[in-house]
C-alpha cells in the first residue's frame, strides 16, 4: 500500500499561487492513481484534480486553467501547482493514492486564499 505525506500549503493573497506536493512511499506508486481533495469548513470533501499512471488528468470544472496536477514517479512525488488563487479555493487539501473508497490518504495542508 502506499502512504502519502502532502505539504506546502499557507496563506496567499487572492490571485497570488501555491505548490502543493504529495510524497509518497511503497512500491505500488507508480501503478497508482492519485488524487487532491480538498475540504472547506461546512462542505463535502471533493476532487481537485487525478492522475493516473499514464499522466492522464481530470479537473473539477472550477478549478480548470487554473491548477495543474503532475508527478514524478522516479521522485514519488505528485504536484498541484495552483495559480489566480480565489478565496473559495481556501480549504484543507488531501492527497490521496489508490482512489477514495480504498486508497490512503495524508494528513491534509490548509490553503487559506484571503487578503
Known amino acids: 500500500q502506499v502512504q502519502v505525506v502532502e505539504s506546502g500549503g499557507g496563506l496567499v493573497q487572492p490571485g497570488g499561487s501555491l505548490r502543493l506536493s504529495c510524497a509518497a512511499s511503497?512500491?505500488?506508486?507508480?501503478?497508482?492513481?492519485m488524487g487532491w481533495y480538498r475540504q472547506a469548513p461546512g462542505k463535502q470533501r471533493e476532487l481537485v484534480a487525478s492522475i493516473t499512471s499514464g499522466s492522464s488528468t481530470n479537473y473539477v470544472d472550477s478549478v480548470k486553467g487554473r491548477f495543474t496536477i503532475s508527478r514524478d514517479n522516479p521522485k514519488n512525488t505528485v504536484y498541484l501547482q495552483m495559480n489566480s488563487l480565489k478565496p473559495e479555493d481556501t480549504a484543507v487539501y488531501y492527497c490521496?493514492?489508490?482512489?477514495?473508497?480504498?486508497?490512503?490518504w495524508g494528513q491534509g495542508t490548509q490553503v487559506t486564499v484571503s487578503s
Open positions: 511503497g512500491s505500488f506508486f507508480n501503478i497508482a492513481a
Open positions: 490521496n493514492a489508490g482512489g477514495p473508497k480504498f486508497g490512503s
